[in-house]
């Protein structure tokens, strides 16, 4: 039997690599999901700077740059397939009409600004260059929309209940069924995702078999739950600390479900590391602050946001970036 939480140990940002269809399920001992998850930020992880260095309440000092060094153990393939433009469908799960300053209409627009303006940016662009097998990630990324369920599932999910909750979307036509979709479930801060949200974990993404197809989505729930343990500042780019903590673990988990969809056969290092995982709790070194103080590392269209390098794979070695320039 595979202890899950092995994973948790090497990984910063968990991400949670379950069923992955049937063929891919024969991988696994007994059909138990592969589980990697991101550690929240407070947590001993491989290579962590210590708390003090990412103090978010200290404005007067840039967030963790991370190092600007060939990153090992390298990245290889592993012939499975690529998603080579991802398309974002959202599921807004719990109560976002609360009157908390994060769950809000406003918070949602947020997210929804990110996904419009992450394809084709220089950041998302760097997932190119796991181009490989006849597979062209292009860079480029579509919203394919979006749904409400407001508790179908309960205020306190399993990780079985998120592949529920999207095959619910989908079955009553909320939500297309989309092979080369990635489905986020967004939970409100009054959601409780009980194999570790908040405490072992921030954000996963694996993939499975919906009524309608095999599918490849994400868990990400409303960092205002756990600020200083799931997001990197209390204070934001856009005023909503949780909501902006959500983006880049949205970003972190998109990437990775572009490059490894369907765990652990895409592009993974030795000890099970997909590229999210590897610059996680990194900022890079062209961090700016904003008017409250807050700092942030790339503009995607009009707003500011703090996200995560990603890996960029070079035959030099691999780097973590911000872009194919700045890392």
Known sequence: MINLRLFCVAATVLIVVGLVGSARAQELEGGVPIVHRINPHGADRLARPSPDAVNPADIERSLTTGGTGVVSPPITYHGGPLIQT???????????????????????????????????????????????????????????????????????????????????????????????????????????????????YCGWHTAGNANAGHVRYSFVGNANRCLNGCAAQTTSPNGNPGVDGMISVIAHELEESTTDPDPISGWIDSQNGENGDKCAWTFGHSQFQVSNGSWANVTLGTRNFLIQRNLEHLGSGDLCMMDATHN
Do not use: K, M
Not at 106 to 130: E, K, M, W
Not at 157 to 184: E, Q
């Open 86 to 200: 991802p398309v974002i469908y959202l599921i807004w799960y719990g109560n976002w009409n609360q009157n908390n300053g994060s769950d809000t209409p406003a918070g949602q627009q947020i997210v929804r600004d990110f996904c419009h303006s992450i394809g084709g940016s220089p950041y998302f662009n760097l997932n190119t260059s796991y181009s490989t097998n006849g597979f062209n990630i292009t860079g480029n990324v579509t919203f394919g929309g979006e749904a409400t369920d407001t508790g179908s599932s309960g205020t306190r999910l399993r990780d079985s209940s998120i592949l529920a909750i999207i095959n619910r979307a989908i079955n009553n036509h909320l939500l297309p069924y989309d092979a080369n979709g990635v489905y986020f479930v967004l939970t409100s801060t009054n959601i409780s995702e009980t194999s570790g949200f908040c405490s072992f």
